[in-house]
């Protein structure tokens, strides 16, 4: 995956009108599924003579509509989930789908992230190429999210990683990276 330029303020502004949609259209669709499963299915309200008096003469717990709306929650985050894969890769979506990819990336490294540092103190190529990526793409992200705390601790290490890529005399950059690289680790 190469590293692109993004429009931070494109970037910040598609982002919070997909996080406010999703968050209310998460909330109207899971009550309207909640209520439409309740009203459907739903006995709880219907409550005959012997019934009460067997709750009363017995500490037993109602019933509640708690599962009803939580398949409510569960259908509401799968309509979601539907509607966003399929627009994904509409023109709306670039940035935000990029920067998703990127940090599944990153998310990938890390999970590797010591034995590809050392070998990168070792000088291997394969790891100088991930370590050169991982640390561009967290810089990038970082900017975008506005991450500024941790930022002058990226730009250190990646000063440290280019001065051992000099010093091991490769000509390395974030370009070459690839996916498959990470298996080698």
Known sequence: MQLI???KARYRKHLNIVIVGFISSLLVM???????LISLFSNVGEVTALV????DSVAVEPETNFSYNLIGVILALVVNGVFL???KNSDFFTEIYYVWRVKQLQNLVYRKFKKIKLAGKNGEETALIILSFYYQSQLQVYQL??????LSTIEKRLQQLNETIANTGLTISAEQFEKKLIACY
Do not use: H, P
């Open 85 to 87: 894969y399929k627009v």
């Open 52 to 55: 009460q008096a067997t709750i």
């Open 5 to 7: 330029d993004i429009d």
């Open 30 to 36: 899971s009550l309207l599924f909640g209520t439409l």
């Open 145 to 150: 999210d506005d991450n500024t705390i941790t």
